[in-house]
């Protein structure tokens, strides 16, 4: 037996058997090779690809050609087809239409939602409702829409038989069927499709605007008009700067509701653009409905820099 003055003998710790690091470097890397996230966003890359990108470029090679029905080969004419365009007036008339068109778009549709954010700000169960309410047309079809308009909006729909019921008279209005009003209506009816959209980027931004500043004022006196549009208002710009652009933008490639309420009419008032380029393209005409096209998105990718540049001006001097 030990005594008590000897002293144990020294534990050795255990040997480890461990893999080398660079096998298991190896490993991880053809692990996160396989699962790497960008494989998942290969289909939707593809699809941009075959649907977006390859009919771009095409676009503006097709512009350059005489491609029509009435031909059976495709031969380069070089800008014959832009200084046909630029020589006929109709086409500068669909880009007035379609200009007014989006401006009154805009202006409605920001009208519109932002009246709305600012009715539906406080979180009651009731305005919860109605804002899921003002929601559902952002998801509906915009052709679903606009045929429904077009029922209500004839002279013996629906619209015509209220306000008769309310005036205690017959009302046979022809909401579509005015040359000067007609835009306005069909532009409303647009606006009233995307408000739910505006809607909820206002509420938003009133929702993130710090309450200090608010308490800060209203203890300074300050009345609440004075507040709203002094100090909650400027810090909207963000906000303001998404849905003028996306209204603005957007609308300027516009077709399902125009097509489905006026088909362009009456007497081509509310023919834009892309109502113009569809009907060239229906008469076999493809290069200078190609043309148009690239004109179309030539003017929209013009246009969209300056008015984001002057937006984010705005922005910063708010």
Do not use: C
């Amino acid at each position: 037996m030990p005594t008590a003055t000897e002293t144990p003998a020294k534990l050795e710790p255990p040997r480890q058997t461990a893999a080398p690091a660079t096998a298991r470097t190896k490993a991880r890397a053809a692990i996160a090779g396989r699962t790497h996230p960008m494989w998942f966003l290969a289909p939707a890359f593809a699809i941009l690809l075959v649907f977006f990108f390859l009919p771009t470029v095409f676009n503006f090679v097709y512009a350059f050609t005489d491609w029509s029905s009435f031909k059976s080969a495709i031969n380069p004419v070089g800008v014959d087809n832009f200084t046909d365009l630029a020589a006929n007036g109709t086409l500068f008339r669909a880009l007035r239409i379609t200009v007014v068109y989006a401006v009154l778009v805009a202006v409605f549709q920001n009208l519109f939602g932002f009246g709305l954010a600012v009715l539906l700000e406080r979180d009651t169960r009731t305005n919860k409702i109605l804002r899921v309410l003002f929601l559902v047309p952002v998801l509906m079809s915009a052709l679903a829409v606009g045929y429904i308009f077009q029922a209500l909006l004839k002279p013996e729909g629906s619209v015509n038989s209220l306000l008769g019921v309310l005036l205690g008279r017959d009302v046979d209005i022809a909401w579509l069927g005015d040359p000067t009003w007609t835009i306005v209506v069909v532009a409303v009816i647009h606006a009233w499709k995307w408000t739910g959209l505006s809607m909820l980027i206002y509420l938003a931004g009133l929702k993130t605007i710090p309450e200090d500043l608010t308490e800060a004022g209203s203890i300074d006196g300050a009345p609440r008009w004075t507040m709203f549009w002094r100090i909650r208002f400027p810090l909207l710009a963000p906000a303001v700067t998404f849905n003028v652009a996306t209204a603005l933008l957007g609308s300027m490639n516009g077709f399902d509701i125009v097509q489905a309420t006026t088909g362009g009419g009456p007497a081509r008032t509310t023919e834009i653009l892309n109502i113009f380029i569809y009907r060239t393209f229906g008469q076999g005409l493809f290069a200078q409905a190609t043309t148009m096209s690239l004109v179309l998105f030539l003017i929209v990718a013009f246009m969209a820099f300056p008015v984001i540049r002057i937006l984010r001006k705005r922005e910063e001097i708010l």
